[in-house]
């Protein structure tokens, strides 16, 4: 708290300084890291700071928290029943799919802005740029979309909570975002907006990495550099397990 | 008990993936079947990436199967020259699953493919072996002691192969084409569906080449140990999906249910044992069949480019 303090008493310094019409916005990220070791079943991340207006302005902000994991190239496919029976049946490529996307904000997003603002801003699970491939009709896409944010809402990587965002005093703002234990390892962004009047009038990004450490990071690094040694390791564990439970039973 | 599997990317209940270890283990002990045909698909039900689920249970099967060979060696139930020939085509097998593997995934139907194969083959099966155990139970269920047991004796089509090889243990005197031919079908089976294939090979050293019915779960698990070996280091190598992690837990469990399962083979009747895997195989099959019809929860499903 005490880092926040001062950032307070800096901002309280700053617009009379500048003189500048934007409120200043002070993010702050509980970690700035996350280590996913033994043991892990998720994090919770707190986003916290404080947004003030420019002297002689009397706007109340709204906050608006995105927090977006590494984005990788997918392939989102379609079951549909062919001759009785559920199979694959259309496909549609997306070239920048997070890994995972939260979105929090003080109130709903349609009552903050409008739908072009929250499109531009990424306000949204609607709105993700998934920045489609291929040649497929517009309104396929948007379907394929869909469907791949309803399934990774399932699995608790794709979140939209409008009312995830506490104001207190107009001033300080917090936000909670639960990462769940299935998240992608890599450089996650925070972004927080401060709106007023259907505008976005500052933005401010802080980065978390999520990374792998210990055994659990040293695993992934052997089973991807050194895969043949990474194999012959699971299947001596995989003799020498057995082989010892068939001493241990012969004997008793 | 909460533990994070490094591979699959997620953290799951430890005593949970134990247990199923435990199960599977018993039931591998018990028919000489590896139970990779259960531990796959309840490990995806669970949420572990199907990838995963394949490349792990084949690491389980082999820890499962060699507390299995050792207790079945112990009393001479392993033919070894017959299983050696068997691996022989096991290994071949696995490549040609590997590739077709890899086309299947690009083209996007691995999962129904693999879901058709079940429903076929533990179908037929299950139903072979139910007819099997149920015949040879009905006199003894009838009380009639002494009823004419049908002559054990391989498929004609497999006396009619070339270059005939004496498989003492076995009691047999065939080609090794035969089980070379069928345990390269039983190596594309494991690398396709993560499965040992003991649910295929049991049956099919039983009915079609006709071995003797004590050497016939040895050799089965003795098969199933150097393929499922040969499984876990090419999914090291292409797809880089082995959970060690997953693949320890799995292990606890199935070594120690791998014992109690042999205990219990030593101890049941044949038949009963042949009854309970064909309801169980039955049971299966008709629940994937099912899967097949219904609408999935999901429709769609992502997968990385």
Redesign the interface.
């Known amino acids: 708290m005490r880092r926040i303090a001062a950032a307070l008493l800096l901002l309280l310094a700053a617009p009379l300084l500048s003189g500048q019409r934007e409120p200043i916005l002070v993010p702050e990220v509980s970690q700035s890291r996350i280590e ?7 994090a919770n991340l707190l986003l916290y700071g404080a947004v003030i207006a420019p002297p002689g302005t009397s706007d109340d902000y709204d906050i608006v928290v995105v927090v977006k994991g590494p984005t ?8 549909d ?1 062919i001759a ?5 049946a259309g ?1 549609s ?1 997306f070239r920048s ?1 997070p890994s995972f996307f939260a979105v929090a904000s003080s109130r709903p997003i349609e009552e903050i802005v409008d739908e072009r603002t929250a499109a531009i801003f990424e306000l949204g699970t609607d709105f993700i740029q998934l920045s489609p491939s291929g040649q497929i009709d517009p309104e396929e896409q948007a379907r ?1 979309a869909r ?2 944010v ?3 809402e ?1 699995q608790g990587l794709y979140q939209e909570n409008p009312e995830g965002v506490r104001i207190s005093e107009g001033v300080l703002y917090q936000a909670r975002i639960v990462l ?5 390892t890599g450089n996650y962004t925070a972004e927080t907006f401060a709106i007023a009047r259907g505008r976005v009038l500052t933005s401010a990004t802080a980065r978390i990495a999520v990374e ?1 450490v210990g ?3 040293q ?2 690094i052997a ?2 550099r050194w ?2 040694i ?6 001596v ?3 020498a ?7 241990l ?2 004997r008793g | 008990m909460d533990v994070y599997l490094p591979i699959a990317n997620l953290s799951v209940n430890g005593l949970f993936i134990v247990l199923l270890g435990v199960l599977t283990g018993i039931l591998s002990g018990l028919f000489g079947v590896g139970g990779g045909f259960l531990t796959t698909p309840l490990l995806i039900f669970y949420g572990i990436p199907p990838t995963v689920a394949a490349a792990s249970a084949a690491t389980q099967v082999t820890g499962a199967s060699v507390s299995g060979v050792l207790a079945h060696s112990r009393r001479g139930g392993v033919d070894y020259r017959m299983g050696t020939v068997m691996v022989g085509g096991g290994i071949v097998g696995a490549l040609i699953g590997a590739a077709l593997f890899r086309l299947l995934q690009a083209l996007g139907q691995i999962d129904v493919v693999i879901n058709i194969l079940y429903v076929l083959m533990l179908g037929s099966i299950g139903s072979l072996m139910m007819r099997e155990a149920v015949s040879a139970l009905r006199p003894s269920l009838l009380g009639k002691a002494g009823a004419p047991v049908r002559k054990r004796r391989h498929h004609p089509l497999v006396a009619s192969l070339p270059y005939r090889w004496r498989f003492y243990a076995s009691g047999l005197y065939i080609s090794p084409l035969a089980p070379l031919i069928l345990g390269m079908l039983v190596g594309i089976l494991t690398m396709l569906m993560g499965v040992g294939g003991g649910f295929l090979l049991v049956p099919a050293m039983l009915y079609i080449l006709g071995m003797s019915g004590n050497v016939v779960v040895g050799t089965s698990l003795y098969q199933i140990l150097f393929v499922t070996m040969v499984t876990t280091m090419t999914h090291a190598l292409t797809t880089k999906a082995v959970d060690i992690v997953l693949a320890a837990l799995l292990l606890l469990g199935s070594v120690m249910g791998a014992q109690f399962g042999t205990q219990i083979a030593l101890k049941a009747r044949p038949e009963y044992l042949r009854l309970a895997l064909a309801a169980l195989v039955i049971v299966i099959a008709l629940r994937m069949l099912y899967g097949l019809g219904v609408q999935p929860d999901e429709i769609y499903t992502v997968a990385p480019l």
Do not use: C, H
């Not at chain 1, 996913?36 to 998720?42: A, E, I, K, P």
């Not at chain 1, 769940?180 to 992608?184: A, F, I």
């Not at chain 1, 990474?230 to 299947?235: D, Q, R, S």
């Open positions: 996913v070791r033994q043991g892990f079943t998720g990788e190239p997918v392939r989102i496919r379609e079951k029943r009785g029976i559920w199979m694959n496909g490529d799919a394929f469907g791949l309803v399934l990774r399932k769940p234990s299935n998240v992608t792998k055994l659990e990071g695993v992934v089973a991807q895969s043949f990474y194999g012959l390791g699971a299947i564990l995989s003799l397990m057995g082989w010892i439970a068939g001493r039973f012969a």
